[in-house]
């Protein structure tokens, strides 16, 4: 992947000390600066913020139909990031000749908090500068990647009875009881499956206006084998799980982007 193509924006948050007077009014909320950036129609930046922690959703039969939810952190880190970016730049730029994109992503994440939060009236707000940094690109859209809690009955490769909803990239590791009982008499193997649960938001640079948005929910199966039935999540490397995920974001996520940035 180009490198260049992608700007490290480093964050670092602000904070403001000042009076206020009990019983006060809450100030009104500040107007979107008026725009006046040169836009080109052609040009599309692209912003990925799932980070570098993904979910695990581990169902096992001590604790039946419950949930135990975890984080595991991809290395080397960005990796997820770089991902989508490059997806994105293949997308864009097979959309048209003269199409061109800038892509962005944050080596802050943890400042974004909750993805949802990022929409306040269906206008985008994002934290420190970085939305003055995407704004003064000169493009006329962003495409905003986050991650997005869906349901897991949208991927049909994940098992049944799932409690939890999926956000963000993530592996589902099923070791309960299963239906199946092989000629050995013993139950089938556990279900390790990574999944992408992501949104993709196509934003109006030019007053940060939701236009239009689609949402991904996939997943596939990875090969268990017996001797690795106890603990399948061990018996993967960091590596082999990076790449199932980057394998799901390939394959899935260009097919919500066309639509999106079709001329």
């Given at each position: 992947m180009n490198r260049r193509l992608i700007c490290l924006l480093c964050l670092l948050p602000a904070l403001a000390f000042g009076q206020k007077n009990k019983g006060a009014a809450p100030p009104p909320p500040e107007p979107v600066a008026e725009d006046k950036?040169?836009?080109?129609?052609?040009?599309?930046?692209?912003?990925?913020?799932?980070?570098?922690?993904?979910?695990?959703?581990?169902?096992?039969?001590?604790?039946?139909?419950?949930?135990?939810?975890?984080?595991?952190t991809a290395s080397p880190a960005g990796r997820l990031d770089d991902a989508v970016l490059q997806t994105l730049n293949t997308v864009v730029k097979a959309?048209?000749?003269?199409?061109?994109?800038?892509?962005?992503?944050?080596?802050?994440?943890?400042?974004?908090?909750?993805?949802?939060?990022?929409?306040?009236?269906?206008?985008l707000s994002l934290p420190g500068k970085l939305g003055d940094a995407v704004r003064q690109s000169g493009a006329a859209h962003?495409?905003?990647?986050?991650?997005?809690?869906?349901?897991?009955?949208?991927?049909?490769?994940?098992p049944?009875?799932?409690?939890?909803?999926?956000?963000?990239?993530?592996?589902?590791?099923?070791?309960?009881?299963?239906?199946?009982?092989?000629?050995?008499?013993?139950?089938?193997?556990?279900?390790?499956a990574p999944f992408v649960s992501i949104r993709v938001a196509l934003v109006d640079l030019s007053d940060l206006k939701l236009k239009r948005e689609q949402s991904i929910a996939v997943a596939s199966r990875l090969p268990v084998n017996a001797?690795?039935?106890?603990?399948?999540?061990?018996?993967?490397?960091?590596?082999?799980?990076?790449?199932?995920?980057?394998?799901?974001?390939?394959?899935?996520?260009?097919?919500?982007?066309?639509?999106?940035?079709?001329?």
């Open positions: 950036t040169v836009r080109d129609p052609n040009k599309v930046a692209a912003l990925s913020l799932l980070g570098d922690s993904v979910q695990l959703i581990s169902l096992n039969p001590a604790r039946g139909d419950t949930v135990q939810s975890g984080e595991w959309s048209g000749k003269d199409r061109e994109i800038k892509l962005y992503t944050s080596t802050t994440r943890s400042l974004f908090g909750d993805p949802a939060a990022l929409f306040v009236n269906g206008r962003l495409l905003l990647v986050t991650r997005s809690r869906q349901e897991p009955t949208l991927a049909p490769a994940l049944a009875r799932i409690l939890t909803a999926l956000e963000g990239p993530g592996f589902v590791l099923d070791q309960r009881p299963s239906a199946q009982i092989g000629f050995d008499g013993q139950g089938g193997l556990p279900v390790f001797a690795d039935a106890a603990n399948p999540w061990a018996a993967t490397t960091p590596e082999q799980r990076v790449q199932a995920l980057e394998a799901l974001i390939e394959a899935e996520l260009p097919k919500a982007v066309k639509g999106l940035v079709a001329p």
